[in-house]
């Protein structure tokens, strides 16, 4: 079955401390993906995106995700945190060339920042 | 450019009460999708619609119907509402004629069945 598993459902950082969010997929064939970001109150924008190439992309806010193939891996890193990074992370696959296939989402890590 | 819009924002039903959620997107994308948003669950997809004229269901279609009305207009009825169905539902869209295709997402809408 094809499924998402974000592996903290909760994460508490002080600012300035390095964050790794875990997410691991199951998907036959070739995959595209994502990671979003839900911050209080408002709508999913896109972090980032993994489609081909360079397994390690970069997105907004210094935000970067390594795809491992291997481990079925796309986790979430970003050096030091700040308190507007306080929010909602979701990790979100879906697959190459067929037309007008969903997301498929995994539960998502709430993540918070003290200053 | 708006990108993707959802009505209403906000929205509190009786139970057995009927509604529909609009949205509508300005970024001719040709499929478009529901998804619903509960705590811990993530969010998982109810029905989407990959063309004009098509539509499927998703992992949580039960309650609910659709209607791709034209290329920029996707809405979703609730024809009885029920508590289960209290929750933020999500309209998205993308190209998906691209092989990099990426979903946009709607504002969202917070329904509340009592």
């Known amino acids: 079955a094809q499924s998402v598993s974000q592996h903290n459902h909760h994460v508490i950082l002080s600012e300035a401390a390095s964050l790794e969010l875990g997410c691991n997929y199951s998907y036959g064939g070739t995959v595209n993906l994502f990671w979003y970001v839900q911050y209080p109150g408002q709508h999913l924008q896109l972090l980032l995106k993994y489609f081909s190439g360079d397994p390690l992309v970069k997105g907004i806010k210094g935000f970067e995700a390594e795809f491992i193939k291997s481990k079925f891996s796309f986790n979430l890193r970003k050096p030091s945190v700040q308190w507007s990074d306080t929010a909602e992370y979701f990790c979100a696959v879906n697959g190459v060339n067929q037309a007008g296939t969903a997301l498929i989402f995994g539960k998502g890590t709430t993540l918070s920042v003290s200053s | ?114």
């Not at chain 2, 300005?26 to 029905?47: E, V």
């Not at chain 2, 009305?69 to 190209?95: G, I």
């Open chain 2, 1 to 114: 450019n708006a990108g993707v819009t959802q009505t209403p924002k906000f929205q509190v039903l009786k139970t057995g009460q009927s509604m529909t959620l609009q949205c509508a997107q300005d970024m001719n994308h040709n499929s478009m999708y529901w998804y619903r948003q509960d705590p811990g669950m993530g969010l998982r997809l109810i029905y989407y619609s990959a063309s004009e004229g098509t539509t499927d269901k998703g992992e949580v279609p039960n309650g609910y119907n659709v209607s791709r009305l034209n290329k920029r207009e996707f809405s979703l009825r609730l024809e009885s509402a029920a508590p289960s169905q209290t929750s933020v539902y999500f309209c998205a869209s993308s190209d998906s004629r691209r092989q990099t295709d990426t979903q946009y997402f709607g504002p969202g809408t917070r329904l509340t069945v009592l």
